[in-house]
């Protein structure tokens, strides 16, 4: 990064005429989420500390909320994003579908988000020719329906305007394009040294924590002949999971977590602590699409790229999927060698928001072997969860992983 910084440096010189030091980027992740019969929507953007990204994003969800409530019968809304910052810089994309329509929007500015840079502030805008090439080749590699089409043609022309959604990860650039007929989203992935005769960039370093070796996990001892239940935790992991982990090691039980790979890089230590402390981490996909209405490749990635998100963090591929909002058809049950796992018993936290409704639903129906449905996002299931877990085990239930239920059902 050296390279850039210095050019960001001068950049951040001529404008304020001082070397101020930046406000570090505070990310919360904000979830919208509805599950209708025919309406699904689940909305993810972050919160960054920084006002003029910040602005920018609310409004874009609350768009998003209007537009969906507008809308008569079947739909699928969906927001996603990926997020790299440092002092320097915070490089955001951002995924949205809007019914059948995706789009992808990017932002790239200095470490505090008060000053935008563009394709020009990161690349070499006289070699946009090369450039162009480059990506035109890599797209048709990745896809073969590109090609011929005119907005094809268009969207890969030679100018700076085209080329202004990219996103800077850890390892990878990525230019996105959603302007191709058939309304997905395109992408051209690069790592830093393939593009090092365009860009001063250069690959920051990995800030996960280290994490060799899984050293311990309780021993637990599971009475076949006594009731259980499986407490299941899904669109996490977020800033309310470690309280619910606490009170899962205190009462000496476990849960299991469906995950989202969007989120587990954000909380490598909750997920790191799911494993040692004997919970099970499921996959619940990387962005929450409706799996029914992908393809077939489209499923996998969203799988596949899952359950590396997840091994980077703790060396496991989970077992287990949970397909978002339940909906799986012949397909999917087809291409996914997992067992796909829904539930028994459905509390509907993230519609109550309501921790004495969501202790209720829980009592007056839970049954020996039950799945149960919540969502660690919200800090009413969470506080419902730490109340239910006493509670359920005084009636006699083990609170033990998905898998270790199935072992008995
Ligand atoms: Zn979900």
Request: hydrophobic share 35%; aromatic share 10%; charged share 25%.
């Amino acid at each position: 990064m050296k390279r850039f910084l210095m050019v960001l440096s001068i950049l951040s010189l001529m404008i304020c005429g001082c070397h101020k030091s930046v406000n570090p980027v505070k990310e919360d992740v904000n979830v919208n989420y509805e599950s209708g019969e025919d309406k699904k929507m689940m909305l993810v953007y972050p919160t960054l500390n920084a006002p003029l990204l910040d602005e920018q994003l609310k409004a874009l969800s609350e768009e998003l909320n209007q537009e969906f409530a507008a809308i008569d019968g079947d739909c699928e809304f969906n927001m996603s994003y990926r997020l790299n910052h440092n002092d320097d810089f915070i490089s955001l994309m951002v995924k949205i579908l809007r019914g059948d329509k995706e789009e992808v929007k990017t932002f790239l500015s200095n470490g505090d988000g008060s000053q935008s840079y563009t394709f020009e502030d990161a690349f070499d805008a006289k070699q946009i020719k090369s450039l162009a090439q480059k990506i035109d080749e890599r797209l048709r590699q990745s896809d073969e329906t590109a090609g011929s089409s005119i907005d094809y043609k268009m969207a890969v022309m030679p100018k700076a305007e085209n080329f202004q959604n990219f996103y800077l990860d850890q390892d990878t650039i990525t230019f996105y394009f959603d302007n191709f007929a058939d309304q997905q989203i395109h992408e051209a992935v690069f790592t830093y040294e393939e593009l090092k005769d365009f860009t001063k960039l250069e690959n920051s370093n990995p800030v996960y924590l280290t994490y060799d070796e899984i050293l311990y996990e309780p021993t637990k001892i599971i009475d076949p002949n006594k009731p259980m239940v499986a407490l299941t935790f899904d669109d996490g992991p977020n800033k309310y999971t470690e309280q619910l982990l606490d009170a899962l090691k205190e009462y000496n039980c476990s849960a299991t977590f469906f995950v989202l790979g969007s989120m587990v890089e954000k909380f490598p230590q909750a997920l790191q602590r799911m494993v040692l402390e004997g919970n099970e981490i499921g996959n619940h996909t990387m962005d929450h699409r409706q799996l029914t209405k992908l393809s077939e490749k489209e499923i996998i990635k969203e799988v596949e790229d899952t359950q590396q998100a997840i091994e980077s963090i703790v060396h496991i591929y989970p077992k287990l999927v949970r397909p978002p909002y339940g909906s799986k058809n012949d397909t999917v049950s087809r291409i996914l060698d997992y067992d796909l796992i829904l539930w028994d018993l459905d509390t509907r936290d993230w519609a109550s928001k309501d921790t004495q409704k969501i202790i209720e639903v829980t009592l007056n129906n839970v049954r020996d072997k039950d799945i149960i449905l919540m969502h660690d996002i919200y800090p009413t299931s969470v506080q419902a969860a730490i109340e239910l877990i006493p509670l359920l085990q005084e009636r006699g239930y083990q609170l033990v992983t998905v898998s270790e239920l199935l072992l008995y059902r």
